[in-house]
């Protein structure tokens, strides 16, 4: 078996990153393996991609993979065998858990070739993530290539100088997904509160958020730009905008990404 990356964990990112490897055939399912809880889902994603399952890390690690990503849960992180941290000598590691910070890592993988701590964000599932990530030590460029690889299967990377800049990462694209659903929540009601048949408000605020992120997306114009455009003088969105406002939107958004950073950072510490 020529085994050449293993994942410990097969949930919905590290499914999306399988998924992505092989589309992009960066591996084959051949040179892949999984192994999680007994809960299925390493099952279920062998099955689906045909990349090799095995009962448990020994057993995966026994077939020397280059590189070994952490896609289990943290508190599952801290059940792994002592045993791995031989089993790993000279591989490549790659943590998409949150909260675990590249020393302690080093610390349960201290012959590791390096170390890799990342941030994906839940739009990762469909290609479409923000993910940033760290080296713990400065790599070689082949190593940095494979993790770039393995990350951008999930959507756009941003290489990290600090790893401090992680918490801050957090705070906005891995909390973000959530701030841009609760808005939509809050844009749907807004749309039922006016008297809007609940179906119709469903869709008016599922839809306008897609269509006004794609317009961001493609347009050459800022978002400040763009929203000055829909905004005529004394008119409805001039109304709706000045409310915001009032009632300080942006110190409302700065102040929950900051408790959002200082979380990570607690949990970080823990």
Known sequence: MNLEIA????????SAIVQGLLRTETFSPTQIGCCSADDGTSEKL???TGIHRFDDVDAMLAENPQTLVLGCKPQQFTELPLSIAEKTANCLILSIMAG????????????????????????????????????????????????????????????????????????????????????TCALEEAARSIGLDSGIARELA??????????????EFSPEELRNQVTSPNGTTQAALESFSSDQLREIVKRAATAACNRSIELSNA
Do not use: C, W
């Not at 994942?7 to 590290?14: D, E, L, P, Q, R």
């Open 7 to 14: 994942f410990v964990g097969a949930g919905k990112m590290v």
């Open 46 to 48: 062998s099955e689906a």
């Open 100 to 183: 675990i910070t590249a020393p302690r890592l080093h610390q349960s993988f201290p012959k590791a070739k390096n170390v890799v701590r990342s941030m994906p964000n839940t739009p990762g599932q469909i290609g479409e993530g923000a993910t940033g990530y760290f080296f713990l030590n400065t790599p070689e460029e082949s190593d940095s290539k494979i993790i770039s690889s393995i990350l951008a299967s999930l959507g756009k990377i941003y290489l990290m100088q600090d790893e401090s800049d992680l918490d801050r990462v957090t705070a906005i694209s891995g909390s973000g997904p959530a701030y841009v659903f609760e808005f």
């Open 206 to 219: 599922l839809q306008t958020i897609i269509g006004s992120a794609k317009l961001m997306e493609t347009s």
